[in-house]
């Protein structure tokens, strides 16, 4: 997250159809590269933990319909939370 403005920076010029805005606002106005950081830091705390994904299952399926099960993953650097729901009349 921390490094997609880099990103932004290194791959702008490589985008078509090519467009003089796209540079004006990349490089010499740089709001893209800071709108694309801020977007990234405002998910990241928007992920629910896994204690809130419990309680949303919980509130989601008080009649039990449905085989939950959640959990995170090592992946890289970084962690992923998952939540996978399964009917259970298939």
Do not use: H
């Not at 490089?27 to 992920?47: H, Q």
């Amino acid at each position: 997250m921390f490094l997609s403005p880099l990103t932004v920076l290194i791959t702008t010029p490589f985008i078509r159809p090519f467009s003089w805005g796209r540079i004006l606002f990349t490089y010499l106005i740089p709001l893209v590269p800071f709108f694309i950081w801020w977007d990234g830091l405002v998910s990241s705390l928007r992920t629910y933990s896994l204690k809130e994904l419990n309680t949303l299952i919980q509130e989601a399926d008080s009649q039990g319909e449905f085989d939950w099960e959640s959990g995170r993953l090592k992946s890289g650097p970084g962690i992923i939370l998952y939540l996978l729901g399964t009917d259970k009349s298939r």
